[in-house]
Each structure stands twice: as C-alpha cells, then as structure tokens.
C-alpha cells in the first residue's frame, strides 16, 4: 500500500494521547470525609503503572479511531495496479515568450536574453514540445505550438533556435499579461485537441526584463488553469540606470514655440545630470544646449523650454546611461477645424431643439477644433462647399431639397444623423388639406406641397398651423407621408410602415447591440445600464428589407430605436426618437455624451490623424495617403530606414488602410490631393520605465508563478505524482477507512455506555 | 495496639454503641469493670473524718454537727477529706472531627461513652465531678459537685451535636485553667489532631494550678494507620478543605507524619507528669480503662518508690493518686 500524503501518518503518534489518559488516574468524583488533613499531603494525578490499565478493550477501540484516521488521511492505494511510466515519453507543453518590446533594447539585455533562452532550451526534456512567442503589444508566433509539435523529438530543440533568431527587439510596447493570456488560451486549446490521457504539464517561460512599465493587468480576466505553471526569466542590462523625458508644446506664439519637457530619472540610476538638444529638421542637433538639468534618482522634473527660431522635429536627452528612448519626436500640430451642422428648426424654447443639447457635447480634443454650425430650415447653408469632416444631424423636419443635397453628401462620404424628433401624425389627403389651408388662411401647410409636388420646403410653417402634441404643447407634429418620403430619399430604401407610438407611460431600450461601434465603449457594466433612458414617445418604423440596415438599438416594442445604413461612401443614422426632454431622457442621461461623441468620432474618423503615433502600433490611414519617412535615423546608433510609398505597402499586413509604425521617426503623409503633413512617431514612454517589476504581481493574478525549471526528476515525479492521484481517486480506499472508523466509534460508545451502566448499577446496590 | 496486658472486655463494644442511653451505657461498664473484679476498684473510697472546726458565720449551717452541739452546746463543724480535696473535671472535645468514624461509631460516640462512664464511676465513688464541653471554644461549663442530679447535668451536656469549624485546645484549657482554681483531676479526652506546640502552653497552665492532668487521646484506628483502597478526595471534616489522595503515595508519609506527632506530643506531656493514653476506638472500652489505669497505677508506683503497691487496688489506688 502507498500513500498519497504520508506526513498525515504523522497523525497516527495521536495514539499516545488514549493511552496516556488511560494511564493516567483521573481525579476521583467520590468525596470522602476526613478528621485532619495536616498529616496528608497533596497527591496529584499520577500515571499508572502499565499492569494498571483497566480498559484494555476502549484503549484498543480507540487508538484504532485514531490510527484509521490517520491512515484515512494519507489517502492510501494499492501501488500494484499502478503501471507508471518513466516519464521520457510525456513531454510537457512549453512556450518560451520572449519580449521584443522597446526596454529590451538596452544595452547587453539582448545578449542575455538568448543566453536565456539557449538555457532553457537545454533544460526542457528533448521531449518537450518547445513554441518560440514574442511579444509586445501583440503575440508574434515565431514556432507555433502546432509546428513545433509536428517536428520531431531530434529536430525540436534547433527549430527553436532558429526561430529566436529570427527575432530581434521592436520598438513596441509590451503588453506582458495579454501575451500570456494569449500563450494560456493558445496550451488550452492544444490541451483540448489533444487526448487528455497523454497530455502533460504546460509550461510558459517569459524571458523579459521585467520593467515596471510592463501592464500585467490583463491577466485578471483569466482564470489561471491547473498544471499550467508560469516561469519567470529575467534578464538585465549591463547599466540600469535611465533617464527619459517627454515634451509637449504648451502655446504658440509669433517666432518660437513653448514647450513643457518633463525629464524623469528611473530609480537606481548612477547619473543625475542630464542635457536636452533640440533636433533640427533633418535629425541634426540644434546648438547650443537646450537645457541642462539635474534629476535624482526616482524623481520628476518639468522644465518649461523655448524652441529655436528654426524649425524643429524633436529633442534628445544625452547624460543617461541607456541611449534606446533618448530621442523623442514632435512636430507642429496642425490643427483642424470639424464642423457640425444642426439643421432643425429654431423657434420655441431652446430645450426643445436638438441643437441645444447638441453644442453643450465636448466634441473637441487637442487636435481638432469643433465647430456646432446651427442652420435653420429653409436656410442656404453652402452644401456645394461642405466639406467631408462635416457631420450633418438634423430634426425630423426636412425638406425634400435638403433631402436630396443631404443624399448627395453622403453618397460623397459624408455622415448624416436624421433624428426623428417630432411626433406623426397621418396625413390628410390632399383635399382635405386644401380645405384646411383655405379654413386657417395660410399658404403653406407641411406635407401638402410635398405631395402637391412644391419646390420649396414645406414644412416651415408658422406656428399657428403646427398641430401641437397634447402631451407637451410645444412640438411639431410632422407627418408621416412626409418622413416616410424623406426616409426612402435619404435611405434610397423603401418603408412597409411608419406610425407614431402608443405608450402609455414610456418605453426603453428592449436591446442593444454592444458589439456596434456605438455602443461597445459602454459595454462594461459599470455603464451599460439604459434603464434609466426613458423614452415618453417614438416612431415606429417598419422597413420593407432589412438587407443593408445595422439596428443595434431597439425598443421594448421590438421597433428600431437607431438605424444605420451605408448609402453611397457615407452613412445615414436615424434615431427614431430625439433626445430632447420632451421626448425621452436620452439628452439628460449619461448616456448622451459618449453615444454622440462616438457617432461624430465615426463620422470623421477618416481623417482624424494624431499627429503624434506611438511605434509599434498600427494606425489607420486615409485611403490614397501615403506615407514617406523622413530622412534620418529613428534613433541614434540605428539603421536609417529609408521610406518611400513602397515601405507602406510592404510593412501593411492587416488593410491597405493601416500603417505600422514600426520604428520612432517623423513620416511624411501625403493624401490623395496631394497635401502632405508631418507625423511624428515615439516610443510607448511606459518602455522607459525601467525599474524592475516585482514578480508579486504576477503571482497576484492567480498565476501559477515557478521561479526554477522543472527537472527531470521533478517532471517524473510530478507524473508519478499525478498516476498516484488518480489510482487514490478510483480506489477511495479513504472511503471506507472513514467508514470502520465510524462503526469502531459506534462500538466504542456503546461499550462505554454500558460500563457506565455497570457501575451506576454496583453504586446503587 | 494489642497489648496482652490488656483485660479482656467484659462488653461488646458493638452492643455498648447500641444502648441509646448514656447512663446505662456508662453503669454497663462501671458494672461490668466491678464484675470481673475480685475486689471492686471503688471500695475502700470512704467519707474519712478530717477534723472539726468552730462555726463561723458564713459556714453552711447544714454541716454543723449537731450531735456534737447536743454534747457540748457549740457549734462545730465536721471537715472530710473528700470534700475538701477530692474534685474531676471531665473536658470533653466536641469538635467535627471527632465525628469521624471508620468503623460502626464514632470518636465522638466513644469519647461520650468514656466521659460518661468516668464520670458514673467518680460520681458512685461520691467525688465532685465537673466538665467541660469545648469545641474551637468552650461550649458548656458544670462546675465540679457533688450532689443529686449531677450526672444527669453532666450527661446532657454530653448529648450536644458538635460544630466548630476547627479544634482549638490552646484556648479552651487555658480558660479552664482560669475557671478551676482548686486542684482537681483533669481528664481531657480529645483526638488532639493540633499542632503540638499549641498544648505545650495550656498543659503548662494546668500542670502549673497543681492539676493533676490526664489526656485521653481517642483515635480511629483508620487514623492511626489510614488504610483507603483507591485515590480519592479527602475533605476535611472541620476545615472542609480538600485535598486529591493517593493512598498508595501518601501512606507512608501519613504514618510517619502521625507518629512524629504522637513522640511530639508524648514528648510536651512527659516532662510536665502528665498522664497521657491513646484509646483506639475498636478497642474495647472497659479494656482501654483497665489498661489505662493499670498504666497509671505503675507510673505512680514507681514515683512513689512502692511498685507493690499496685497488685492490691488498682483502681482505688489510681483515684487515690489522682488527689493531690
């Protein structure tokens, strides 16, 4: 018999305690009376001699409790069925992911880390299926674990060499916890293809340095899997100090530019005194010395600066002990102007306009300045002239000329939101509304010279002829033969039905589609909460086909809340309620400025280029731009890469509309009009960060951190380990030791239960 | 504790134990002592003639001899040496613990038989007997006389339950000492479970008034050999203190402990001449009494220079030597 846990045998020495109380002569319930205690001393319990044990019977039950138990926790089995392999034929899985990121330029780190990388290829069983990783902000596979297990025992070891040869450090930024996310998921799926009956342990080695910088908080959204160890390799540099710094242009003025440069100084460096240089258009340095600085060790300083009348392209630091982060690239911004037209009518208080809540969205950001363009019905509003970074949004009430010159927009690329804001109501045939207008004595009435087919809009009408909802007292009735036309010129897609709601109090949003664009910044469910958005009254849209629509929202009534649908290069959005308070609580709700903001982010998107991109991350690019490195080093000490429109195409590997940005520089892009504008490209500033991180918060994670490879012996053992635990698993001999330790308990109880008898019974008598 | 000088008993101590009623108890063994005896230990003991003396005012005018008025026209009065010498006081321990009991009575039991059976047999020998009762204190006080009723007195007094929470005897004998101040017999009957040193004080006292003292020391024989079958918690029966008792570890300890006692308390009495006498009490009383005063009588023989002096009166002799 073996056992799985032997230290609880330890458990069986209880037995002492049974005898020992057996021995020991218990304190006497009987009292007896006495004339003088002065010539007796006091006698404490005393052992027994061994001839003096009288319950040689319970003393048996007893420690017989005690030593099944034990044994019972040992969790014993039979070894003899047991047929344990040696452990050379099961190989474990292991992914050695190394990090490509930026740190690990810095001098030595790279030598280190094949050193590494060859010792942990010589430690592993040549059974081991051995994949080569590497990381930055995203996986790379060098040698999946699908190729490398399909190469042969012999052949595994060198594979995995060449594939880390092929690797050489980036200029990304590493994302530590998402890369083992990945490895976890990529050994779960190999675990799952596979027989489970053969499968060994999985081992994932990250050879990194480990710096603080490093996001490891992606690990918490996944459960780490048992048998799945993760080792950590560091590997260091041969100097640790760092110093880095970034700048940012505080204001312009007539000849030179402000900028504020904070210069941080990583902890545990040796040096303290640094010196910035402006770089000059071509990479050169500026003279003289922009700044001279001290920064201890672990501390922060901002620096306001002046930049030289010539034009720059950046700065360097020089004093510091790693040169990989010591250049940063910046260029002028060049700001733009993106315009928003509210077309909707004005009159009324402005609570019950669109265009109200609309200017008070911070639709701007550092780059792009925002401009809300209000533009009331009927006006000119130079649509010849529109640009395409202009999104239109507009109230229900169009006119079919404003209909078609929108229709044009969009067929150009441009974005438009219709927001049905008014309430329908059915359209009097025309008769009929001829006799309303020669009743009320005004000339035009909304949706008669539509259907009469007039030229010129029809529903600017006065306010003496809106039909006033009884519920607000202020809307416009629109009616829906009109919309329903507009909706099939805008949408070039026919409507089965258009009505207004009938809801008693109100109505919510009865789905959301979080994966649309949209939507999917609110998908955490700190903000996916609609319930608060109550609608007091919508449209109710029934289309013909749905072929070509995006809903991602609708209502509890399961109509369309929020329509999309490509027509031409551009897009028309329909919301089929508005948002000011008479009509829902979508323009005071939470909910209104992000949902805006990223309709207006996605309607100009195509040309929102940042002139400042971070290496190693790809960037969308226009269609027809192209891009041109300017013509010096990245950095100092590397390759200079030559750009030209063939670099773009060569580095593509997702769309023709994405850039990588693999290395620091300033670009060049050139659109397909021909205007060009500078980008300057830098490293991820977290790669500087080059203090060391504690392998805690690794652990903290739940993940299974191993500080040493697994040796032969400790892998056989581990196998035997597992055999062990399964034949303990099939036996439950643990079962039925619990089991005779409760009848032998019975026993005893019952044995003392009558002894106890005896004696009550011979005090009696 | 068996002697062959010890008399065989006359009385089963069993059946003595039985008789509810003190008085017969104590004239069973008065009885029974005067039964086995050729001659009684109470003859002999007779009113002697001392002396006459004129009668002064304040003299009880019953002892005026009025056939020596009728002869010579003047009041005398006739003096006997009984009583102007002749006095006992019994001091009896009523103590809790001499309720202890290891057999089918108690010390107390035949501590109250002994009193009262001396003092039956002092009382037919027409001596003034008083006693003592104590326990921590003094409890009952009957002066020593001589008259009708006086063993009743002195039996009642006998029939007190015992209290008291301890065994005082510093304090009880020297009061007594303070309150007897004619000479007199001293019999105190106790267990004298006290410290030794306690006694020495007191019996000085006495002995010091020109008492003549005797201690009767009545035992159990359980404490005097303290026999218990298995562990068990003694408490004691004064104090009620507790003790845990092995009596496989502590037996020993307890005889030495008793008899370096019984030599400490032998060794205070003795050089004060006073008589001392353990009575076990699954010994037989009247055995006990013979035995004791046989003891007296040779110790008091060999003070006096006569040993002979012994074979012919015992007890006589014993009373005898008990008078100053």
């Known amino acids: 018999m073996s056992m799985l846990t032997p230290f609880f045998a330890l458990a069986a020495l209880a037995v002492v305690g049974p005898i020992l109380i057996h021995l020991v002569r218990r304190k006497p319930k009987e009292t007896l009376e006495f004339s003088s205690l002065m010539f007796l001393d006091d006698s404490p319990p005393t052992w027994t001699q061994q001839s003096r044990i009288e319950q040689w019977l319970l003393l048996v039950l007893r420690s017989s409790v005690i030593a099944l138990l034990a044994l019972a926790f040992t969790r014993p089995y039979w070894a003899s069925a047991a047929k344990l392999t040696g452990g050379n034929d099961i190989g474990l899985k292991r992914i050695v992911l190394l990090d490509q990121s930026a740190s690990m330029r810095r001098s030595g780190i790279w030598d280190a880390a094949s050193a590494r990388v060859s010792d942990v290829l010589a430690d592993g069983n040549p059974a081991d299926v051995v994949a080569v990783y590497s990381f930055d902000r995203q996986l790379h596979p060098q040698l999946s674990l699908s190729t490398a297990a399909e190469t042969t025992i012999a052949n595994r070891k060198s594979a995995a060499e060449a594939a880390f040869r092929k690797i050489s450090p980036g200029w990304g930024k590493g994302d530590l916890g998402k890369a083992i996310n990945e490895c976890v998921d990529l050994l779960q799926r190999e675990r799952s293809d596979v027989d489970s009956g053969t499968i060994g342990d999985c081992e994932i080695v990250v050879i990194s340095d480990f710096v603080a910088g490093t996001p490891v908080e992606a690990l918490s959204e996944t459960e780490w899997p048992a048998r799945m160890s993760l080792r950590l390799e560091r590997v260091s540099p041969t100097q640790i100090g760092n110093a880095h710094f970034e700048m940012r242009a505080e204001e312009e003025s007539e000849n030179a530019r402000k900028w504020r440069v904070r210069v941080t100084n990583e902890p545990g460096s040796l040096r303290e005194r640094f010196r910035l240089t402006w770089l000059g258009e071509n990479g050169n340095r500026i003279e003289p010395i922009a700044l001279e600085c001290t920064v201890p060790a672990g501390q922060s300083m901002v620096y306001p600066l002046q930049a030289p009348d010539t034009a720059i392209r950046g700065m360097e630091l020089t004093g510091d002990d790693c040169v990989f982060d010591n250049r940063r690239f910046a260029v002028p911004a060049s700001g733009r102007t993106l315009r928003v037209l509210c077309l909707e009518e004005s009159d009324g208080s402005p609570e019950t306009t669109l265009c109200h809540f609309l200017e008070r969205v911070p639709l701007g950001s550092a780059e792009d300045t925002v401009e809300v363009l209000r533009v009331k019905s009927g006006e000119e509003w130079g649509m010849s002239a529109m640009p395409r970074d202009t999104w239109i949004v507009c109230a229900a009430a169009i006119s079919e000329r404003e209909a078609d010159r929108m229709h044009d927009f969009m067929k150009s690329g441009g974005h438009v939101l219709w927001v049905l804001d008014q309430p329908l109501k059915e359209a009097v045939g025309i008769e009929e509304a001829v006799g309303i207008k020669e009743i009320v004595g005004i000339e035009e009435i909304s949706g008669i010279e539509e259907i ?314 | ?124 020998q027409r001596d003034a007997v008083g006693m003592v009762t104590f326990d921590s204190e003094i409890a009952d006080v009957q002066t020593a006389r001589f008259r009708t009723g006086q063993l009743k007195r002195l039996l009642s007094l006998l029939e007190r339950t015992p209290s008291g929470d301890r065994t005082d005897l510093r304090g009880p004998l020297c009061q007594v000492a303070e309150l007897v101040r004619q000479r007199s017999l001293m019999i105190v009957i106790s267990d004298f479970l006290v410290s030794t040193e306690e006694l020495r004080v007191p019996l000085g006292y006495l002995a010091a008034r020109k008492h003549e003292v005797v201690l009767l020391r009545v035992l159990d024989p359980n404490e005097i050999e303290f026999n218990a079958a298995r562990p068990v918690m003694i408490r004691d029966m004064e104090s009620g203190g507790e003790k845990f008792v092995d009596p496989r570890s502590v037996a020993d300890s307890y005889r030495r402990k008793f008899n370096e006692h019984e030599s400490s308390l032998r060794g205070v009495v003795e050089p004060l001449g006073i008589a001392y006498h353990v009575m076990r009490t699954d010994s037989p009383l009247d055995a006990s009494l013979v035995e004791f005063l046989g003891n007296r009588d040779r110790t008091a023989a060999v003070r006096s220079g006569n040993p002979s002096r012994s074979s012919k009166n015992e007890t006589n002799t014993t009373m005898e030597t008990a008078s100053p």
């Not at chain 1, 009505?499 to 949209?518: A, N």
């Not at chain 1, 649908?565 to 829902?584: C, F, H, K, Y």
């Not at chain 2, 007779?46 to 005026?64: A, K, L, N």
Request: with cysteine; proline share 3%; net charge negative.
């Open chain 1, 452 to 765: 009469s087919g007039g030229e010129e809009r029809g529903l600017s009408t006065t306010n003496a002829t809106k039909p006033r909802s009884s519920e607000t007292g202020s809307s416009h009735v629109a009616f829906s033969q009109d919309i329903a036309s507009r909706f099939e010129k805008l949408s070039e897609c026919k409507l089965e039905s258009l009505k207004e709601s009938t809801v008693d109090q109100y109505s919510l949003l009865g789905g959301i589609d979080f994966k649309h664009p949209v939507f999917a910044p609110l998908v955490d469910s700190k903000f996916n909460d609609f319930s608060k958005v109550r609608y007091w009254r919508h449209r109710m849209l029934k289309l013909s086909e749905v072929d070509g629509w995006v809903i991602p929202a609708w209502f509890d009534s399961g109509t369309p809340a929020f329509l999309q649908r490509r027509v031409g290069d551009g897009e028309l959005t329909i919301l089929t309620a508005g948002w000011q308070p008479a009509e829902s609580q979508f323009a005071l709700s939470s909910k209104f400025v992000p949902i805006i903001s990223q309709l207006f982010s996605l309607a100009t998107t195509r040309e929102t280029i940042s002139t400042d991109w971070v290496a190693g991350t790809y960037d969308l690019l226009p269609e027809g731009t192209s891009v041109k490195r300017r013509d010096f080093s990245g950095s100092r000490g590397e390759e200079v890469e030559r750009s030209d429109n063939r670099f773009v195409n060569a580095s593509t590997e997702r769309d023709g509309g994405d850039f990588w940005t693999a290395s620091p520089g300033v670009v060049e892009l050139i659109d397909s009009e021909g205007a060009s504008r500078e980008v300057a490209i830098n490293m991820a500033s977290s790669e500087s960060r080059t203090a060391l991180m504690d392998y805690e918060e690794v652990s903290r994670y739940g993940a299974s951190v191993r500080e040493k490879p697994k040796t032969k012996e400790e892998q056989v053992h581990a196998e035997r380990l597992l055999m062990a635990t399964e034949l303990e698993s099939r036996q439950s001999l643990w079962w039925w030791l619990l089991v005779i330790v409760v009848v032998i308990a019975g026993c005893e109880s019952l044995l003392c239960i009558r002894k106890q008898g005896r004696t009550a019974e011979a005090v009696t008598a």
């Open chain 2, 1 to 124: 504790m068996t002697d062959s000088r010890i008399p065989s008993s006359w009385v089963d101590m069993g059946t003595l134990m039985a008789i509810q009623d003190l008085q017969w108890r104590a004239k069973t063994v008065v009885d029974g002592l005067n039964t086995g005896m050729h001659r009684s230990p109470l003859h002999g003991f007779s009113v002697e003639f001392s002396e006459y003396r004129p009668f002064s005012e304040g003299d009880d005018p019953r002892s005026i001899d009025w056939k020596l008025f009728a002869r010579s026209d003047r009041y005398y009065i006739k003096k006997f040496e009984d009583e102007t010498n002749r006095r006992c006081y019994l001091v009896v321990d009523q103590s809790k613990s001499m309720e202890y009991r290891s057999i089918a009575y108690s010390k107390l039991d035949y501590a109250r038989t002994l009193a009262a059976t001396l003092a039956y047999h002092l009382i037919q």
